[in-house]
């Protein structure tokens, strides 16, 4: 099986998932991918904004059922969570917003507005706008980013396959990391 039927069988499950867990790295390479015209840049975009949402609700939803045991059974989440809780609850609109976009807070925050008086449904509409303005923007940034590629290397695709590993090699590397340096906290 070659490259382009692997992508086409896997990609949109593949960045479902990352997507869900991670954020913008897996969604940078599918949109880099669809401008190679691999994926559907339109797929793309919306493959990651149903994943983001359905991210966020989960861990909303989390923090409002089980955000108090959370915090107790995990002293590193309770840290980030308790330090801004309270700007969190004055600023609920604007940390919805913009949660998409602040990188390291994206677990800790969904669950933090869990546990804050916001209703649900107001969660869902924010994150809705929040997340759509996020994946047409990330996937626009990687659109970008592989046609500037493929203009400054024009045989750029001897290597498509070699690239598209190394980045998926240095994605399953970095989340590793982030895996042991929890499991050691």
């Given at each position: ?47 990651a904004?149903?994943?983001a949402?359905?991210g ?20 590193r ?10 700007r ?62 493929m203009?400054?290397?024009e ?13 998926l090699?240095?994605?399953?590397f970095?989340?590793?990391?982030r895996?042991?340096?929890?499991t050691?906290?």
């Amino acid at each position: 099986m070659d490259l382009a039927a692997l992508l086409q069988t896997y990609g949109y499950p593949l960045l479902f998932l990352g997507v869900f867990a991670e954020g913008e790295s897996l969604l940078l390479l599918a949109a880099y991918l669809a401008q190679r015209g691999y994926l559907d840049p339109y797929a793309v975009a919306a493959t990651a904004f149903v994943a983001a949402v359905c991210g966020d609700q989960f861990l909303f939803h989390l923090g409002r059922r089980r955000g108090i045991v959370l915090l107790n059974r995990f002293p590193r989440l309770r840290d980030k969570v308790g330090g801004a809780l309270a700007r969190v609850e004055r600023h609920q609109t604007k940390f919805v917003l913009s949660m998409r976009f602040l990188w390291g807070l994206r677990t800790a925050l969904p669950i933090a507005l869990g546990l804050t008086t916001m209703s649900a449904l107001r969660y869902l509409w924010l994150d809705l706008i929040s997340a759509a303005v996020w994946s047409v923007t990330v996937s626009f940034v990687g659109f970008t980013a592989g046609r500037v590629v493929m203009r400054a290397v024009e045989d750029l695709h001897r290597y498509e396959k070699w690239i598209a590993l190394a980045l998926l090699g240095l994605g399953a590397f970095a989340l590793a990391i982030r895996w042991r340096l929890k499991t050691r906290a």
